[in-house]
T-cell receptor, first 111, second 112 residues
Framework: GEDVEQSLFLSVREGDSSVINCTYT??????LYWYKQEPGAGLQLLTY?????DMKQDQRLTVLLNKKDKHLSLRIADTQTGDSAIYFC???????????FGSGTRLQVQP | DSGVTQTPKHLITATGQRVTLRCSPR?????VYWYQQSLDQGLQFLIQ???????AKGNILERFSAQQFPDLHSELNLSSLELGDSALYFC???????????FGQGTRLTVV
C-alpha cells in the first residue's frame, strides 16, 4: 500500500533555510503536496507538484522531486518564526482521490 | 481562510453517545473528504463523497457513517463513541479537476 515517511523534527535559526524531506512508496503517485498546520489550526495547502516536474518554486518555497528515488523536499528560504509549524507531505495517484499523509515534521525556528 | 467551514469547532461527549459533525465545502466544489487526525494514527482518510454519492472509503469504522446532501454540505456521524475516537476530524473539499484539496479548521472531538 501507499506509505509516506517524514522525519519528526527540524530546528533552524531565523534567517536560515529549512529543508524538510519526505519519501513515498507509491510509484503511481501523480501529485505530491505540502501542507502546513499551525497549533490549533487546520491544514493549509502550501504548494503541490505534479509527478512529471522536478522542481517548483513559489516565493520562499522550493519543492524538489526526485521521482526515481521517490523523494520530495520542501525548502523554505529565509525562515521566519512564523514558519514554526508542522509540515505534512502528502501524495495521491490519478485513480485515488484521497491523500495519503506523512506523519508530519515539526519545524522549530529559533530567534 | 480556505473556504471550507466545519461546525462545531469543539465537541465534548460521553462514551456510548452519538455526534454529528458538519462540513460546508468551498463554493462550487463537488467532492468532500473526511479525515481523522489522532496522535497515534496521524492523518487518516475516512471517506469521500462526490456530488452526493459515496466515491471512496478509507479506514472508516462501521460505527461511523457520512452523507452528502443536495446542497453539497456533508455530515459525519459517529456513534457508540469510545475514548479512542477522541481526535481532530477534518473535512476537505476539491473541485472537479481535483488537483488541490482545501481543508477546514477541523472539529476537535473529546470523548470522556
Amino acid at each position: 500500500g501507499e506509505d509516506v515517511e517524514q522525519s519528526l523534527f527540524l530546528s533552524v535559526r531565523e534567517g536560515d533555510s529549512s529543508v524538510i524531506n519526505c519519501t513515498y512508496t507509491d510509484s503511481s503517485s501523480t501529485y505530491l503536496y505540502w501542507y502546513k498546520q499551525e497549533p490549533g489550526a487546520g491544514l493549509q495547502l502550501l504548494t503541490y507538484i505534479f509527478s512529471n516536474m522536478d522542481m517548483k518554486q513559489d516565493q520562499r518555497l522550493t519543492v524538489l522531486l526526485n521521482k526515481k528515488d521517490k523523494h520530495l523536499s520542501l525548502r523554505i528560504a529565509d525562515t521566519q518564526t512564523g514558519d514554526s509549524a508542522i509540515y505534512f507531505c502528502a501524495e495521491r495517484s490519478a485513480d485515488r482521490r484521497a491523500l495519503t499523509f506523512g506523519s508530519g515534521t515539526r519545524l522549530q525556528v529559533q530567534p | 481562510d480556505s473556504g471550507v467551514t466545519q461546525t462545531p469547532k469543539h465537541l465534548i461527549t460521553a462514551t456510548g453517545q452519538r455526534v454529528t459533525l458538519r462540513c460546508s465545502p468551498r463554493s462550487g466544489d463537488l467532492s468532500v473528504y473526511w479525515y481523522q487526525q489522532s496522535l497515534d494514527q496521524g492523518l487518516q482518510f475516512l471517506i469521500q463523497y462526490y456530488n452526493g454519492e459515496e466515491r471512496a472509503k478509507g479506514n472508516i469504522l462501521e460505527r461511523f457513517s457520512a452523507q452528502q446532501f443536495p446542497d453539497l454540505h456533508s455530515e459525519l456521524n459517529l456513534s457508540s463513541l469510545e475514548l479512542g475516537d477522541s481526535a481532530l476530524y477534518f473535512c476537505a473539499s476539491s473541485s472537479v479537476t481535483n488537483t488541490e484539496a482545501f481543508f477546514g479548521q477541523g472539529t476537535r472531538l473529546t470523548v470522556v
